[in-house]
């Protein structure tokens, strides 16, 4: 088994083998290789209708429609509160295992801390440790499985969850607005939005090339704001895994993902961001997600479609559906994967076994 925190493993000089990805899986580029293709929009002059809004909306729909992904600036969350949530985060993960351990997600519970991920059936463990809650619609949230310490952090985690609800949907009005729709379309379309927040501690591990804090993805819903320090690790592609690169920390800064939604809302247009995390053997990173998702029940299926395209899904499907879909054939690629590879290790040693008796 996984141990119950990573903290176990810290003074480790070999990787676990829970952690252990195969060759084709693991990293291809350093944490610290930076790369300056993503790009990063100043939202300064957002609200400036007929003026600087245009220029920022261009920049907004060549990001998404290129990647998927971007970085805001001059985005409107305050400076102290982003320092406030990200000191809180990192005095959650310095606790000890035992109190992290007082808010174990395992077993299906809906929120609180857990290594690797909340997914059942995974092969092949994530080097990372998260703390996760849900925290819109507010009818919701079950106080019970945000963390109590360190102390602030139910507060603070409040108030930087509706900035970051309002920044997003600020960016969806800009997305609807270039699909030719009115700036509500999207958010609408999510029905009744749900917010999660994901706070990922990715510690030092001793053989980072052997391994991911976190392996490759789409996001399946619709927008996810990210915050991240400034170690590096976040990666990304946009040739079906090819190439990665390492996106460049920007100090305060949002990374923005599009979700699967957002890509089939677009009928393609805008791409769902493919990423991944890395980690290191130097310093241990800290990133904060927030999702942005539609209700279960909501409508997944393109708004709008541009002229002579036909639509990229056969039919319309509900987000929980869409999800429980996408989520079954990850395992089962990752089960099918598996099983391949024993069944290699065995032939393998059965062609070995002649050679072996000759040896001996």
Not at 177 to 197: F, H, R, S, Y
Not at 289 to 295: E, G, L, R
Request: aromatic share 8%; charged share 30%; proline share 5%.
């Amino acid at each position: 088994m996984a141990p119950a925190t990573l903290t176990e493993l810290a003074g480790e000089s070999k990787l676990n083998s829970k952690f252990v990805r195969d060759v084709d899986e693991r990293p291809k580029v350093a944490y610290n290789e930076f790369s300056n293709e993503i790009p990063v929009i100043s939202l300064a002059g957002i609200d400036d209708v007929g003026g600087k809004r245009g220029d920022i909306c261009c920049q907004i729909v060549e990001a998404c429609e290129n990647w998927g992904v971007f970085q805001v600036v001059d985005h409107g969350v305050d400076t102290s509160l982003v320092a406030d949530m990200t000191r809180l985060s990192r005095d959650f993960f310095a606790l000890p295992p035992n109190e992290k351990l007082k808010f174990d997600m395992s077993g299906g519970k809906k929120g609180g801390f857990i290594v690797s991920s909340h997914l059942q059936g995974e092969v092949v463990q994530d080097w990372r440790e998260i703390v996760t809650y849900f925290s819109y619609p507010e009818r919701n949230r079950d106080y019970s499985r945000w963390p109590n310490k360190p102390e602030g952090w139910v507060k603070v985690t409040e108030e930087y969850s509706e900035k970051v609800m309002e920044l997003a949907c600020n960016l969806l009005e800009i997305l609807s607005e270039a699909m030719g729709l009115e700036k509500e379309a999207l958010t609408n379309a999510c029905v009744d939005m749900d917010q999660k927040i994901v706070v990922n501690y990715y510690p030092k591990c001793p053989q980072p090339d052997l391994t991911l804090g976190l392996k490759r993805h789409t996001d399946p819903g619709t927008i996810t704001l990210l915050l991240q320090d400034q170690v590096g690790g976040l990666q990304a592609t946009r040739d079906d895994g090819k190439t990665w690169i390492t996106v460049q920390p920007v100090e305060g800064a949002f990374v923005v993902n599009l979700g699967d939604h957002s890509h089939y809302l677009s009928n393609g247009r805008f791409k769902n961001a493919d990423h991944q995390a890395v980690v290191n053997s130097n310093s241990s990173r800290l990133s904060i997600a927030t999702f942005q998702n539609p209700a279960p029940e909501a409508t997944v299926y393109p708004l709008k479609m541009r002229e002579g395209e036909k639509p990229i899904l056969e039919e319309p499907i509900t987000f929980g559906e869409m999800y429980k879909r996408k989520m079954g054939r990850d395992l089962e690629r990752a089960r099918l994967k598996k099983l391949a590879k024993e069944e290699h290790d065995d032939d393998h040693k059965e062609a070995s076994k002649p050679l072996n008796r000759i040896i001996s």
